[in-house]
């Protein structure tokens, strides 16, 4: 079992800056990749940036630019650097874990980013 600890979100306005981190527990597979998903109200979750620890990283079009996505400590800890924030960026953050070969399994339990003036 893995065990995911999110921290950082909160409110900002528009133009803004936010660092979420999530710190990774337990029997966690050898090749693995963590990540950032969010999902906005009444919209499907969806993958915002992942980075496996052989170094790949991957992200949606819309944050390209704007966020970074950077893993350390052992590669059990990975954060979400996120710059220029908009009102579209809005949601609950969730970070994942999950071995390279699969889809993502274990789950935090979310932290709301409110992008707002």
């Known amino acids: 079992q893995v065990h995911l600890v999110e921290s950082g979100g909160g409110l900002v306005q528009p133009g803004g800056s936010l660092i979420l981190s999530c710190v990774a527990s337990?029997?966690?597979?050898?090749?693995?990749?963590m990540g950032w998903y969010r999902q906005a109200p009444g919209k499907e979750r969806e993958m915002v940036a992942t980075?496996?620890?052989?170094?790949?990283?991957n992200c949606v079009d819309s944050v390209k630019g704007r966020f970074a996505i950077s893993r350390e400590s052992g590669w059990t800890t990975v954060y979400l650097q996120k710059n220029h924030l908009q009102t579209e960026d809005t949601a609950v953050y969730y970070c994942?874990?999950?071995?390279?070969?699969?889809?993502?399994?274990?789950w935090g339990e979310g932290t709301q980013v409110t992008v707002s003036s």
């Open positions: 994942t874990l999950y071995a390279l070969t699969e889809e993502p399994s274990y």
């Open positions: 337990g029997s966690i597979p050898g090749n693995n990749v």
């Open positions: 980075k496996a620890n052989g170094g790949w990283t």
